[in-house]
T-cell receptor
Framework: QQQVKQSPQSLIVQKGGISIINCAYE??????FPWYQQFPGKGPALLIA?????SEKKEGRFTISFNKSAKQFSLHIMDSQPGDSATYFC?????????????FGKGTHLIIQP | DSGVTQTPKHLITATGQRVTLRCSPR?????VYWYQQSLDQGLQFLIQ???????AKGNILERFSAQQFPDLHSELNLSSLELGDSALYFC????????????FGPGTRLTVL
């Protein structure tokens, strides 16, 4: 059972454009939603994260939008740059009783064309 | 650089063998998580330790086990290896209580021949 569904699988965006990646979750116990960026041969790097008490969080060019009622959240990358080309993973976890492992989406391969 | 270290970087072994992967968490972090990344399964949570004690289990096979030592480093033991165990194995650490921020190491690439 895939508890976090991520789309699209791959995405091509022109330099300077907005990249948008979407995720949907099923488990209502999830209360922490991070996004990770992974370059080939490297470990995932934490980009930005949100909790369900806010609907949006912005850090630099990266913004998470969160819709609790729809159980969906998305990553927006503004002014996308070739250096943003990587695989992006959404994830979710619950903190009840202590931190648990992350449940990851399948990933989105993002290519920013110069 | 996340501050999490993993050794070895690459490991090549044969079916039926046993290997040990090692992880040192970021300074001050009490929680260690192990993940497996493969093309067909994606990134999957295996197991979590907090300050030496097992905290949570994910999709970890019975052939796999882990432990966290008093100095907080952790080891993941994989035994009776099968071809399908070939994957990237990541360790992540977090401060622990009430903090979900997990910082990943560079990973160990395991190839089972």
């Amino acid at each position: 059972q895939q508890q976090v569904k991520q789309s699209p699988q791959s995405l091509i965006v022109q330099k300077g454009g907005i990249s948008i990646i979407n995720c949907a979750y099923e488990n209502t116990a999830f209360d922490y939603f991070p996004w990770y960026q992974q370059f080939p041969g490297k470990g995932p790097a934490l980009l930005i994260a949100i909790r369900p008490d806010v609907s949006e969080k912005k850090e630099g060019r990266f913004t998470i939008s969160f819709n609790k009622s729809a159980k969906q959240f998305s990553l927006h990358i503004m002014d996308s740059q070739p250096g943003d080309s990587a695989t992006y993973f959404c994830a979710a976890s619950s903190t009840g009783g202590g931190a648990d492992g992350l449940t990851f989406g399948k990933g989105t391969h993002l290519i920013i064309q110069p | 650089d996340s501050g999490v270290t993993q050794t070895p970087k690459h490991l090549i072994t044969a079916t039926g063998q046993r290997v040990t992967l090692r992880c040192s968490p970021r300074s001050g972090d009490l929680s260690v998580y192990w993940y497996q990344q493969s093309l067909d399964q994606g990134l999957q949570f295996l197991i979590q330790y907090y300050n030496g004690e097992e905290r949570a289990k994910g999709n970890i096979l019975e052939r796999f086990s882990a432990q966290q030592f008093p100095d907080l480093h952790s080891e993941l033991n994989l035994s009776s290896l099968e071809l399908g165990d070939s994957a990237l194995y990541f360790c992540a650490s977090s401060p622990g209580h009430a903090s979900n921020e997990q910082f990943f190491g560079p990973g160990t690439r395991l190839t089972v021949l």
